[in-house]
């Protein structure tokens, strides 16, 4: 069973989930910087009958010799013909930071496609999408700037920030994840017809929690949010957590 092994390479942008013993498929978008390897666990702590399917971007981990898209519509687009041949049993959608975005856009495409709908979108560290982002201009900065904001927004190892050859690696990846995050412009879109659940770090000092809240304007269906302790980065301590309260949301609302 999938729960049982890690996460496979992928040619793609997914790996091919089809005949594993799963009732649902759990759809999983990196940060900013961030490669599939962040969900490497996942399988283990969500219950057995999820599989875990993350999203390998170009730019990094297997695909890292690829150029990373830095517009959100371009890539969208190519995640949504990606995921269509995999949207043949219930799914879910889960997104961190710039991933929460890229799960939201990429819902509303399905959506507006006549695809089947996810059973849940699953929202972390990210405020609503209507709500303007305080820093606008990161991916403007230069290479020791950036490596500034890295360190102070305090998800890259230090081993990482301190190597030249891994930062050389690294930098141009974020730049244009910072890029696609920081020119996103909101279409205007009728709300969601599915559940939303947002979780948000209670030390994450650069998203109130009303901003959090705010993405109950984004559905008419069922709203729910979690603090969890922590920082922006709150995804890597309360992995448990979370995963049981996905576990949870899922299974028990699934026929």
Not at 149 to 173: F, H, R
Not at 201 to 216: E, K, R, Y
């Amino acid at each position: 069973m999938i729960n049982n092994k890690p996460l496979r390479p992928a040619k793609g942008y997914f790996d091919d989930v089809n005949g594993h013993n799963a009732k649902l498929t759990l759809f999983c978008f990196p940060y900013a910087g961030g490669s599939a390897a962040i969900y490497y666990h996942w399988p283990q702590l969500l219950k057995a009958k999820i599989a875990v399917c993350p999203a390998y971007l170009p730019g990094r981990g297997i695909r890292f010799d690829e150029t990373p898209i830095d517009q959100l519509d371009c890539l969208t687009n190519k995640l949504l013909s990606a995921i269509t041949p995999y949207l043949d049993r219930p799914y879910a959608l889960f997104g961190h930071s710039m991933g929460a975005l890229i799960a939201y856009e990429l819902t509303q495409k399905i959506c507006q496609a006549g695809l089947t709908q996810p059973e849940h979108l699953f929202v972390s560290g990210r405020q609503a999408p209507h709500v303007s982002r305080k820093k606008c201009n990161i991916h403007h900065l230069s290479d020791s700037e950036l490596k500034v904001e890295l360190k102070q927004l305090n998800g890259t190892p230090q081993e990482v920030l301190n190597s030249d050859e891994l930062m050389e690696l690294m930098l141009p990846v974020v730049r244009a994840d910072f890029k696609l995050v920081e020119t996103y412009q909101l279409t205007e879109h009728a709300p969601l017809t599915i559940p939303i659940t947002a979780f948000t770090g209670t030390l994450d000092v650069d998203i109130p929690l009303a901003d959090v809240i705010a993405w109950h304007q984004h559905t008419c269906n069922q709203f729910n949010y979690y603090e969890l302790p922590g920082d922006h980065f709150f995804i890597h301590q309360m992995k448990d957590d979370m995963c049981q309260i996905i576990s949870n949301s899922l299974l028990d609302s699934s026929p």
